[in-house]
């Protein structure tokens, strides 16, 4: 399957993106997990992950169900460590989504994955997410909030909680309101191209994605916050969470 997200990866990996990616090299190296394996869930085409980071790990297993996503990522971890790769959609919001893989030594991060599944219930993808990383070193970044045209106001650096959405959103500015309080207007190479003004003191119709509320209860000990500008006219606050 060829989806969109390649296509966006090759255009502005290099542009847009980039930001994200120094923010997903940041969050990985403040994490140490003892474990000398990995599951790397939902990785793409690796476009964000800083494969130097994963050379710690003896064995890889990316579990990843996109074909292409598959064949370009394991072809980026050549050379740096062992890999398999599993062609599997875990389910999310069942006990035991892990069972028929080994968890002996082995960490799990989840890389922008679980933001975005469907799953038949919030509670049932809190208690699956409880049954299953109990006991396990973890990681995950994940769509926190999104909505259209927004720049969001987040904790710099590395916090010791989950924020609420309400505290999130409460500072959160419109892309014409940040650039009129720049002091030094940038031109940027692709801007943010602004179809809809947000009128002034009104809050963003704003998405919740559900990962925060399935995860938060398991006690992260670091939280991180930044933007993703995806593309030219979307921007995502991503949330980063380590539990070791
Ligand atoms: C937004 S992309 C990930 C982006 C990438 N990790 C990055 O940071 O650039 C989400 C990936 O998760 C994979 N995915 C979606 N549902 C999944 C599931 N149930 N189990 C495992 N992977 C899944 C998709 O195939 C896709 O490659």
Do not use: C
């Given at each position: 399957?060829?989806?969109?997200?390649?296509?966006?990866?090759?255009?502005?990996?290099?542009?847009?993106?980039?930001?994200?990616?120094?923010s997903?090299?940041?969050?990985?190296?403040?994490?140490?997990?003892?474990?000398?394996?990995?599951?790397?869930?939902?990785?793409?085409?690796?476009?964000?992950?800083p494969?130097?980071?994963?050379?710690?790990?003896?064995?890889?297993?990316?579990?990843?169900?996109?074909?292409?996503?598959?064949?370009?990522v394991?072809?980026?971890f050549?050379?740096?460590?062992r890999v398999?790769?599993?062609?599997?959609?875990?389910?999310?919001?069942?006990?035991?989504?892990?069972?028929?893989?080994?968890?002996?030594?082995?960490?799990?991060?989840?890389?922008?994955v679980?933001?975005?599944v469907?799953?038949?219930?919030?509670?049932?993808f809190?208690?699956?997410?409880?049954?299953?990383?109990?006991?396990l070193?973890?990681?995950?970044?994940?769509d926190?909030?999104?909505?259209?045209?927004v720049?969001?106001k987040?904790p710099?650096?590395?916090v010791?909680?989950?924020?609420?959405?309400?505290e999130?959103?409460?500072?959160s500015?419109s892309?014409?309101?940040?650039?009129?309080?720049?002091p030094?207007p940038?031109?940027?190479?692709?801007?943010?191209?602004?179809?809809r003004?947000?009128?002034?003191?009104?809050?963003?119709e704003?998405?919740?994605h559900?990962a925060?509320?399935?995860?938060?209860?398991?006690g992260?000990?670091?939280?991180?916050y930044?933007?993703?500008?995806?593309?030219?006219d979307?921007?995502?606050?991503?949330?980063g969470?380590?539990?070791?």
């Amino acid at each position: 399957m060829f989806d969109r997200y390649h296509l966006r990866a090759w255009k502005f990996r290099n542009t847009l993106w980039q930001s994200h990616v120094r923010s997903v090299t940041g969050f990985l190296q403040s994490w140490n997990p003892l474990a000398k394996k990995l599951i790397l869930v939902g990785p793409s085409g690796g476009y964000s992950l800083p494969v130097e980071w994963f050379r710690r790990f003896q064995m890889i297993t990316i579990v990843e169900p996109g074909f292409i996503a598959r064949r370009i990522v394991t072809r980026k971890f050549r050379g740096v460590t062992r890999v398999r790769s599993v062609r599997r959609a875990l389910q999310f919001d069942h006990p035991g989504f892990f069972s028929d893989f080994d968890l002996t030594d082995t960490a799990v991060l989840f890389t922008n994955v679980l933001g975005q599944v469907k799953v038949s219930s919030a509670e049932a993808f809190a208690h699956a997410m409880r049954e299953t990383l109990t006991g396990l070193e973890w990681a995950s970044y994940h769509d926190r909030l999104s909505a259209d045209h927004v720049r969001w106001k987040y904790p710099e650096g590395a916090v010791g909680r989950v924020y609420a959405t309400s505290e999130l959103v409460k500072n959160s500015i419109s892309e014409e309101e940040a650039q009129a309080q720049s002091p030094k207007p940038q031109k940027r190479r692709n801007p943010i191209r602004l179809t809809r003004k947000r009128e002034a003191n009104k809050p963003p119709e704003v998405q919740e994605h559900l990962a925060s509320d399935a995860l938060a209860p398991l006690g992260p000990k670091r939280v991180m916050y930044w933007e993703w500008q995806i593309a030219p006219d979307q921007v995502h606050l991503i949330e980063g969470m380590i539990h070791e």
